[in-house]
């Protein structure tokens, strides 16, 4: 069984920068693609981005493309979401995720959620 717990979620200005963090545990961490996901409150959870095993590859929402980066320590059997100029909209519970596939972009690619972080942007 994989178990993820995120960190690092907390209530912000816009203009400024968090990064969140993702422990791994019960697989091979440098087996796993891993990806983050995020809900707004009434909205459906959507892809924010993912990372591939290696870490050479990184897919972005165009939301967050140009603000945000993931990156992972497969020694840590960590991975990251860095999130910089945060906005208002960026307002939701980030979830970890992973999957079986070379990336996690949709919800059907999960196999494993964290129980998420609640990232909080004032205007």
């Known amino acids: 069984q994989v178990q993820l717990v995120e960190s690092g979620g907390r209530l912000v200005q816009a203009g400024d920068s968090l990064k969140l963090s993702c422990r791994v545990s019960?697989?091979?961490?440098?087996?796993?693609?891993m990806g983050w996901f995020r809900q707004a409150p009434g909205a459906a959870r959507e892809f924010v981005a993912t990372?591939?095993?290696?870490?050479?590859?990184?897919y972005y929402a165009d939301s967050v493309e140009g603000r945000f980066t993931i990156s992972r320590d497969n020694n840590k059997n960590t991975v990251w979401l860095e999130m910089n100029n945060l906005e208002p909209e960026d307002t939701a519970v980030y979830y970890c995720?992973?999957?079986?596939?070379?990336?996690?972009?949709?919800?059907?690619?999960?196999?494993?959620w964290g129980q998420g972080t609640q990232v909080t942007v004032s205007s």
């Open positions: 995720a992973t999957g079986s596939g070379p990336s996690v972009v949709v919800t059907d690619d999960v196999d494993y």
């Open positions: 990372i591939d095993w290696t870490g050479g590859s990184q």
């Open positions: 019960g697989r091979r961490f440098s087996d796993l693609a």
